[in-house]
T-cell receptor
Framework: KQEVTQIPAALSVPEGENLVLNCSFT??????LQWFRQDPGKGLTSLLL?????REQTSGRLNASLDKSSGRSTLYIAASQPGDSATYLC?????????????FGKGTTLSVSS | GAVVSQHPSWVICKSGTSVKIECRSL??????MFWYRQFPKQSLMLMAT?????????EQGVEKDKFLINHASLTLSTLTVTSAHPEDSSFYIC???????????FGPGTRLTVL
């Protein structure tokens, strides 16, 4: 059964710092990996989607990498801002009983202070 | 990204009542719909997968008779929590899958509180 782990569980940084969020998964047979942002009490916002054949994706200040063979992904946030404060969720598309579905990690809660 | 709506956005009900949550994909046809729930400070847990016109497949530990899923059309799916109890209080999120890109989109969620 696919399991997704995110480290650290929480992170506090001052504004302007570059930071890295880590995600690992147990089964390397994945279709893709996706990073999401979730604000308190809200739904999910998709940040980056990396297909299994890709190594990384970039969007603005965000860069996500994927090493499928080692079961790892990182989300790099450059020049962090207070508006980046949220919970970041990593999810992999793996097999479930009905086919494939996104399996989520528990998230990293980021707090950026001004 | 795709537009997905959920209704209601929040609901408070008494223990023992049933609650229906609707999920609509507004700009694409979703042959597959996923339902997740999220307890406070926890991650999203997959409850079930449904394909249009077929019975839903439930994840281990999820009671199919308690959480009734109907995928009536390619743009509408419903989740009914039957005889709700306080432990069913959670954030329920639907996720239709795009048939073109093997990508899931997410509704804004429904917060259920059972008194």
């Amino acid at each position: 059964k696919q399991e997704v782990t995110q480290i650290p569980a929480a992170l506090s940084v001052p504004e302007g710092e570059n930071l890295v969020l880590n995600c690992s998964f147990t089964d390397s047979a994945i279709y893709n990996l996706q990073w999401f942002r979730q604000d308190p009490g809200k739904g999910l916002t998709s940040l980056l989607l990396i297909q299994s054949s890709q190594r990384e994706q970039t969007s603005g200040r965000l860069n996500a990498s994927l090493d499928k063979s080692s079961g790892r992904s990182t989300l790099y946030i450059a020049a962090s801002q207070p508006g980046d404060s949220a919970t970041y969720l990593c999810a992999v598309r793996g097999y479930n009983q009905a086919g494939t579905a996104l399996i989520f990690g528990k998230g990293t809660t980021l707090s950026v202070s001004s | 990204g795709a537009v997905v709506s959920q209704h209601p956005s929040w609901v408070i009900c008494k223990s023992g009542t049933s609650v229906k949550i609707e999920c609509r994909s507004l700009d694409f046809q979703a042959t597959t719909m996923f339902w997740y729930r999220q307890f406070p400070k926890q991650s999203l847990m997959l409850m079930a997968t449904s394909n249009e016109g077929s019975k839903a497949t439930y994840e281990q530990g999820v009671e199919k008779d308690k959480f009734l899923i109907n995928h009536a059309s390619l743009t509408l799916s419903t989740l009914t929590v039957t005889s709700a109890h306080p432990e069913d209080s959670s954030f329920y999120i639907c996720s239709p899958q795009s048939p073109s890109y093997n990508e899931q989109f997410f509704g804004p969620g429904t917060r259920l509180t059972v008194l």
